[in-house]
């Protein structure tokens, strides 16, 4: 496990050899928080199947986050994440310190996502994809990989992230990896946990506004959104955030007259926790 950034420069010239056989490592980035589930095994595992070598990054990001206390409370299991990476046969654990890593703390220069920052997630946290973009490009500039690979539960930092690679031409690729889910369809998250039996089973319904949803994409986007509204109705465990049709091009929604492919994206509250989920939709 790496703390430092010297160390990381380090370790990764050592792994990144070019006059190894068949040339230079081929390196995959797979960026957390830490507190790692089956979520994070996926996306590794999709890592490894493409890149010789796999680096890890564990920082939990103040710049993500709107307070202090909000960063000190995000859930951190580092001797059980050491466990499952060392079992995973993972090359280089990136783990800075906050101080190492953002001498300049909230500070910082940072890099903005522009208005689609605003929109979803970013219309609840305006500063969370700035802070997600900021890391992200620290981690392409100290890291340099050759791809990094991203879970499609977080749909809209994936598409900002592609969207900042193109526009300065960071030239990594990206690999898209399908959301882990447990058998009553929630996404695998480490937020879920959290919740009680009650809140759990209220928390199912947000998959359920998703698959009606889907069930009503023929009838076009109105229909289909108010569909998932109505399976929402009457539980009041749940306070919705938003709920979203958005074209997969340009992440902003849809109009009347959207065909074919399309993303509901939804975003609620339950038992205090949020959670953010998305389903592709086909609009006709």
């Known amino acids: ?50 890149a010789d070598v796999v680096v890890v990054s564990t920082f939990v990001n103040p710049l993500r986050f709107r307070t202090a206390e909000e960063t000190a409370a995000y859930p951190r299991t580092p001797d059980a994440d050491a466990d499952l990476l060392d079992e995973l046969g993972i090359d280089i654990v990136f783990a800075p310190a906050a101080a190492d890593f953002l001498p300049a703390g909230t500070a910082t220069t940072r890099v903005s996502a522009g208005d689609l920052g605003l929109r979803y997630e970013g219309r609840v946290r305006p500063f969370y994809f700035d802070g997600v973009l900021t890391v992200e490009a620290k981690l392409f500039h100290l890291i340099r990989p050759d791809l990094a690979v991203y879970g499609e539960r977080d749909l809209q930092r994936a598409f900002l992230v592609r969207r900042m690679i193109r526009d300065l031409d960071f030239g990594i690729e990206t690999v898209l990896v399908p ?79 959207h065909r074919g492919r399309a993303i509901a994206l939804i975003a609620a509250t339950v038992g205090g926790h949020r959670f953010i989920d998305n389903a592709e939709i086909s609009l006709s």
Do not use: W
């Not at 081929?26 to 957390?32: F, G, I, M, N, P």
């Not at 998932?228 to 049709?245: C, D, H, K, N």
């Open 179 to 257: 959301t882990v889910r447990a058998e009553d369809g929630l996404p695998v998250s480490s937020r879920v946990g959290l919740l009680d039996e009650a809140d759990r089973r209220a928390a199912t319904k947000l998959t359920g506004a998703l698959d009606a949803a889907a069930s009503n994409a023929d009838r076009g986007v109105d229909a289909c959104i108010a569909a998932a509204q109505s399976s929402l109705m009457g539980e009041p465990r749940i306070t919705l955030e938003y709920l979203s049709v958005v074209d997969p091009e340009t992440f902003l929604p849809v109009d009347d007259g």
């Open 1 to 50: 496990m790496i703390r430092t950034i010297d160390g990381l420069r380090t370790r990764l010239a050592e792994v990144r050899d070019e006059d190894r056989p068949g040339g230079a490592a081929r390196v995959a980035l797979v960026s957390t928080l830490g507190a790692l589930h089956d979520g994070h095994v996926d996306l590794i595992r999709a890592a490894r199947e493409r």
